[in-house]
């Protein structure tokens, strides 16, 4: 068997030969240790679209949220993790199979609180093992899943109601019933295509008895209506066989989104919120017989407003008559709907709640901007500090040290926060920049004054960071010129030739030289101008619903060259690619030369390339006309010809794409399920999965002098893949050696470290991960390493051994982190340890070697360290940190040694007087007694020593005066020790086999 | 020519391997062939493992002793003292305090946890699965980083979290060309991090007396290396001190 075992390695090594010269490299497999990190922000988190409890255990609770998949607490809702990042991160519905509710979880993918930018699903998953694995149980096309019920007495039995596409029409809509646990289904009820089942709910008495709302909707890219003829609320009596519209006391006419409950006390009682065509018919009706009549009982605003995005009712498992509404604010009745007051201050936009299955003053809110909890009844409410579930459209970077992120949120403003911070970046590292929903933030080239808007560029604000000056600077009406169509998400731009030059799009290109204090048309309409795409006032159906998100014929991406400031891109969402080369004087409407793009398709993102003046990138999204297909394009010639760079590799419809500085056939593509990346111009798209979950990236910036890939996510806050470098290096070359090694920069020893972490009170916070300030040795291995040693050192240039690291084995890209530092000293052994002792000291600057050793082969990396030059240090003070550090590194291992032989001949002599003697010099150079905390003994030669060597060692400045002195005390002092030491050694005349100095230190 | 028949051979001898290894259980039989076979490990009474341990730059020589009968003392020497992370006596495990470096029994619960998986160690889980009564699953052959694996749930006996069961599963992913795994992702089970993967990677594995083992074991949280475990030597039924294993009374 060990014979097979080892010609199946031969074979393995012959195959992966001839891989890596006969076919097109596999991205994907050689992403290895390119690792993303996350850095939130998690303090204003992001939209929740379903609570799930778990039946039996209170300290279980999920939230599946609208772009960061379902995540579970273990501990009431102190703290969660996700469980679903492999899959689709818009999530309409979690549920607990209420018969084996440690293992059987399903979710329903695809948001249904159906706002202008909601994400889409992609189906039903199964776990049966508490959320460690997932199954697809298909739905692939259902887009939204509003409900999942299993019945309470039969597993089997499982209930879906899908509400369905958002932006076309759909069979796959209704409700849908199995009865063998999932694998085959039936669809019980179904209206229509343009009708999906909104809400669904089973008598707690009877799972035969269920009631399914109905709903009429379409949204489009201009335009959303709510209700018609076919919404109706139904009920079946016989587990989905026949359905009967149950409307008695319900008003005439059109209904539109419909919300219903039954109380699980009494399922006699049902509560149901109506959108009717009349304003007085709207709102909370009740049912007392089980749907038969129904009474209407409350329409205020609360009830009411917008059912499109709040038609939650839930009704207190323990008394038939507290009711919670989600809604702007929340609403609950403790009298039986009848009257309302709002639930305790918290982020607005309630869509869902729970209450704790034992004590229900415990609830759980999931809003717009995270879960709360509440310990009495709704009335004060509690953040969760831990979902980084922020929901940007657009993030940008400086050039600070360390670099900025700004970006804007949904429904949460905009912000902006360092890439790395001491101990994390955590909550209070994030700031404010902007209110109402945020978009577009950038910073002024040059200034510390950055932009930010909110929607439909109602405010645009010029802020002073330095003076703490705000100033909207939007543009304005001008004479001459039609009514401003900006939209929701208006986009702006600044110059990298002008520092003061400020970009805005309307449906014409605004352009500013004095940072928005004056404003000049420099385009006639770019858009379409098509004027049945411009009725906003007539949007929302039933309940109008003018918010100015489905303002369309407008400007959405614009781009000036960084080669030629002339050189204008700018892309509208209706489909028009519109580019001039003489500064705005003269435009050419490109889209007629791109081919296979269906008319009118969204201009999402054009990329001017750094590579040529003629190049560009567009991006278009046909999502909101029901087209989920990708389609980014390229052209080298100012438009006259553009060609499809997406394979059928992308799985989805995408939105950015950012191209390498470096790298010309390095781009990054950001897709609704997340990041692609080619290193062929696009003949081969890679997802990137490591570390990243498929959440919505909405835009994507490259960092120029990190080369940090920072993606601003729907859903997952901003993620990061820090030093993409490895990836402009990929190629058949690279691939067919045994081991490449990686170009790196300079590794720069950051002394800045000057933080004291994030304290007590950030417990239960989520904090985003550092980059690693370590120096990376960075190689390509094209094939895994799993048999037989290998090792990586660290040495100086003359093939001394500096430091031993844990060599990565992966296949494809490897990371190694070396923190400057040789190994500790030995120190003496004590009876308690020597602190100070633990610190190694760093390097100094110069060339270093890499060297691997894999099997019989040995490859080997010189790389550069230098000091941090912030720091003010000069050479003089470098070298002699470096001396006096290394002077007592070496005092310490001497001492160390001293104590290894005193301890032996302690051992070894007989003159119980010499052995006194050693005894109480022992106790002057170490410490014998006490312990570690507040028992320790008074601190000997050791830990004086230790001390002030990890003081100097650890300090990013040259020894100060005290410390020198100090040191020449502990020289004095040690001196003496060794003096007095010998003497004893004389004295005791021992016969030893001792190790000598060198093997003792190396052991 | 010649070359070309072996590598030919070879080659089928590949497929026909992995076509036919298509249930865990034969994976998990594959597996222990390779490393050295049922009836190789069942004569193992005793591992001694001496290696290092690095942790944020630090390096932590050890010493593991692991019995047949689930016992075992991880020593780390830290500045020449002996500093013991973590013990099983058979019934009870315990470990040092750092502040007092005296031994503290851990809560009954750690306990009876570890005791449940304490004959892990040599070589791993699935050595005598059955028996134990865990249960394996291949859910799936994917890539791990690159390489295509065997992707196979290991559920293990429920864990006790504050009182409560709780079913206690392992994903291990098993290269398809050499049948060994060189990733294992797990739930963590309790304390502040419960709920979030941890994940290990094993690699270097090496003969020792006609038994193979992975010497290098890293452990990953969140995508950050936490632990990595460097086994510098490995010894079987050598004569072990059986008093090691006993909580120290002071």
């Not at chain 1, 018609?228 to 319900?250: P, Q």
Request: proline letters at 3%; glycine letters at 10%.
């Amino acid at each position: 068997m060990k014979k097979l075992f080892f010609s199946m390695l031969v074979c393995a090594g012959v195959l992966s030969t001839i891989n890596a010269q006969d076919k097109p490299i596999e991205l994907q497999k050689y992403f290895g240790d390119l690792t993303a990190r996350h850095i939130g922000p998690a303090l204003m988190s992001g939209r929740i679209i379903d609570m799930e409890s778990h039946p039996t255990n209170a300290r279980i609770v999920y939230a599946g949220t609208a772009g960061g998949g379902v995540w579970k607490s273990n501990d009431a809702g102190t703290t969660f993790n996700p469980i679903f990042d492999d899959y689709c991160q818009s999530i309409g519905a979690v549920e607990v199979d209420p018969n084996n509710p440690d293992n059987v979880i399903y979710v329903g993918t695809g948001e249904t609180w159906t706002r202008n930018s909601v994400s889409i699903g992609d189906g039903l998953y199964k776990s049966n093992d508490g959320g460690t694995t997932w199954n697809k149980l298909g739905f692939e096309k259902s887009e939204r899943i509003a409900n999942i019920i299993v019945n309470p007495k039969n597993s089997n039995e499982v209930y879906v109601a899908i509400l369905g596409a958002l932006w076309s029409d759909s069979e796959e809509r209704g409700v849908y019933k199995t009865t063998d646990g999932g694998q085959t289904w039936n669809k019980v009820l179904y209206v229509d295509q343009t009708t999906g089942c909104a809400d669904l709910a089973m008598d707690p008495n009877d799972p035969n008895t269920l009631y399914a709302s109905m709903w009429e909707f379409r949204r489009t890219g201009w335009s959303f209506n709510s209700g018609g003829d076919k919404s109706a609320l139904y009920k079946s009596t016989d587990g989905g066989a026949t359905w009967n519209k149950i409307h008695n006391g319900f008003p005439e006419g059109k209904l539109g989104r419909l919300a219903i409950a039954v109380a699980p006390s009494d399922s006699n009682i049902l509560y149901t919120v109506i959108e009717a065509e009349e304003d007085t018919k709207k709102g909370l009706y009740r049912s007392d017989d089980a749907g038969a009549n129904w009474k209407q009982l409350n329409n205020d605003f609360g009830i009411t407003v917008r059912p499109f995005y709040f038609s939650r009712i839930v009704v207190d498992p323990r008394n038939p008559d507290v009711v919670v509404k989600g809604g702007l604010s929340g609403s609950i009745s403790r009298d039986g709907g009848k009257t309302f007051r709002n639930l305790g201050n918290m982020h607005s936009d309630i869509h869902d709640i729970i209450f704790d299955i034992n004590d229900s003053d415990r609830m759980y809110v999931g809003t717009d901007g995270g879960v709360y909890r509440s310990w009495n009844g709704g009335t004060t409410m509690e953040i969760v500090e831990n979902l980084p579930l922020s929901q940007f459209y657009h993030i940008s970077v400086d050039d600070a040290e360390p670099y900025n992120v700004y970006g804007g949120l949904q429904d949460n403003g905009s912000w902006y926060g360092p890439s790395s911070s001491g101990g994390g970046i955590s909550a209070r590292d994030w700031n404010s920049i902007g209110g109402g929903d945020g978009f577009r933030v950038l910073k002024h080239p040059t200034k510390n004054i950055i932009y930010s808007e909110m929607q439909g560029a109602e405010n645009v604000w010029r802020f002073d960071a330095e003076n703490k000056l705000v100033k909207t600077i939007q543009p304005l009406p001008q004479k001459g010129y039609a009514k401003l169509r900006f939209n929701w998400n208006a986009p702006m731009a600044v110059s990298a030739h002008q520092p003061d030059r400020f970009y805005m799009g309307s449906q014409f290109l605004h352009k500013s030289e004095d940072m928005g204090d004056t404003w000049k048309i420099i385009s006639p309409d770019l858009t379409t101008n098509d004027p049945a795409k411009q009725q906003q006032e007539d949007s929302g159906g039933l309940s109008m619903d003018n918010s100015g998100a489905e303002n369309h014929t407008t400007i959405f991406t614009i781009a000036e060259s960084t080669l030629d400031e002339n050189i204008i891109w700018v892309g509208t969402d209706d489909g028009n690619v519109q580019v001039t080369k003489d500064g705005g004087k003269t435009w050419t409407n490109t889209t007629p030369n791109i081919p296979g793009l269906p008319a009118n398709t969204w201009c999402y993102h054009i990329e001017a390339s750094v590579h040529g003046k003629g190049t560009a990138y567009a991006v278009f999204d046909g999502h909101t006309s029901g087209d989920m297909k990708a389609y980014a394009y390229k052209t080298t010639d100012y438009g006259q010809t553009w060609t499809n760079i997406i394979t059928d590799d992308v799985e989805i419809f995408a939105r950015n794409i950012q191209e390498d500085y470096v790298n010309p056939d390095l781009l990054f593509l950001g897709t609704e399920f997340g990041l692609y990346i080619t290193i062929d111009g696009g003949k081969q798209w890679a997802k990137f999965t490591n570390n990243m979950p498929a959440t919505a990236v909405h835009f994507i910036d490259l960092q120029k002098r990190t080369n940090d890939l920072v993606m601003g996510t729907h859903g997952r806050g901003v993620i990061i893949i820090d030093d993409i470098s490895p990836l402009r290096q990929i190629n058949k070359d690279a691939m067919a050696k045994k081991l490449h090694f990686f170009e790196s920069k300079v590794a720069e020893m950051n002394d800045n470290s000057g933080s004291f972490g994030n304290g007590f009170g950030a417990e239960t916070q989520f904090v985003g991960r550092n980059p690693s300030t370590a120096a990376q040795i960075k190689y390509l291995l094209p094939k895994r390493h799993t048999f037989g040693k290998m090792t990586l050192e660290i040495q100086d240039m003359d093939g001394n051994k500096i430091a031993s690291l844990g060599p990565g084995k992966s296949k494809g890209i490897n990371i190694v982190n070396w923190g400057y530092r040789m190994k500790q000293p030995k120190v003496a052994k004590g009876k308690t340890f020597s602190f100070g002792g633990f610190t190694a000291p760093r390097v100094p600057a110069g060339s270093y070697k890499a060297v691997i050793k894999k099997g019989r082969d040995t490859f080997e990396h010189t790389f550069k360290v230098a000091y941090d030059k912030s720091s003010g240090l000069s050479d003089a003070d470098r070298k002699l940190k470096h001396n006096t550090t290394m002077k007592m590194y070496d005092m310490t291992q001497e001492l160390a040694y001293m104590v290894y032989e005193l301890d032996a001949i302690i051992e070894a002599t007989t003159k119980k007087k010499t052995k006194e003697a050693l005894n109480s010099l022992k106790e002057t150079l170490v410490i014998t007694t006490g312990d570690n905390y507040v028992g320790s003994a008074e601190p000997q030669l050791r830990e004086k020593m230790a001390d002030l060597y990890a003081k100097i060692a650890g300090s990013y400045d040259k020894p100060s005066n005290a410390e020198l002195e100090s040191l020449s005390i502990i020289e004095e002092r040690f001196e003496k020790a060794k003096v007095d030491f010998a003497k004893l050694k004389k004295k005791a005349k021992a016969t030893l086999e001792l190790k000598s100095f060198e093997a003792f230190v190396n052991e | 020519m010649k070359t070309l028949q072996v590598f030919c051979i070879a080659f089928l001898v590949c497929i026909t391997t992995i076509t036919n290894a298509q249930t865990a259980d034969e994976i998990i039989t594959t597996y222990i062939e390779n490393i050295g076979g049922q009836e190789a490990w069942s004569k193992i009474n005793s591992m001694q493992v001496t290696g290092v341990g690095k942790q944020q730059g630090v390096d932590y020589p050890f010493v593991a002793t692991f019995m047949k009968d689930g016992r075992t003392v991880i020593d780390v020497d830290l500045q020449g003292t002996s500093f013991i992370v973590e013990a099983f006596d058979g019934e009870n495990s315990w470990s040092m305090n750092f502040q007092t470096q005296k031994a503290e029994a851990a809560d009954s619960e750690s306990s009876a946890n570890y005791k449940n998986e304490a004959k892990d160690n040599i070589p791993d889980a699935f050595f005598n699965y059955k028996q134990k009564g865990y249960k394996v699953e291949l859910l799936a052959t994917e890539e791990w980083e690159g390489t295509e694996c065997f992707k196979i749930k290991l559920t293990k006996k429920p864990v006790l979290v504050d009182g409560k069961e709780e079913e206690n599963v392992d994903i291990y992913y098993f290269d398809t060309e050499n049948y060994v795994p060189i990733a294992v992702e797990s739930i963590v089970t309790s304390g502040a991090a419960k709920g979030a993967t941890a994940t290990i990677l094993l690699s270097d594995y090496q003969e020792v007396d006609g038994l193979y083992i992975a010497f290098s074991q890293i452990n990953k949280f969140n995508g950050q290396i936490g632990l990595e475990m460097t086994y510098k030597k490995i010894e079987f039924n050598t004569e072990i001190d059986e008093s090691i294993f006993k909580m120290p009374k002071d």
